[in-house]
């Protein structure tokens, strides 16, 4: 993958890496499956920077844009179910 991840300049180092994280966790659930419950940790934690669904949906758009992998669509699949099952698209 040859792209970059949609930041923001006024995030913190931490911050920054929060949110990369949980762009790789959805990479990987379009690549190789990651459990439900792993899932929710890193978007709870990219909820943490980006507390805004207005913001959310442009990073999500962003992302899509650059990668082709649809974050709105792995979260709906992991907010749908409520066992720590593999989420895969």
Do not use: C, H
Request: hydrophobic share 35%; aromatic share 14%.
């Amino acid at each position: 993958m040859n792209y970059s991840y949609p930041i923001s300049l006024d995030w913190s180092t931490e911050e920054i890496v929060k949110v990369v994280q949980f762009f790789e966790a959805i990479e990987k659930v379009y690549q190789i499956g990651m459990k439900r419950n792993e899932l929710m940790e890193k978007y709870r934690k990219f909820k943490e920077v980006v507390p805004s669904i207005g913001e959310e949906k442009k990073l999500f758009r962003e992302f899509e844009e650059v990668s082709g992998f649809s974050s709105y669509k792995a979260v709906k699949r992991m907010k749908e179910n409520k066992e720590d099952i593999l989420i895969k698209i």
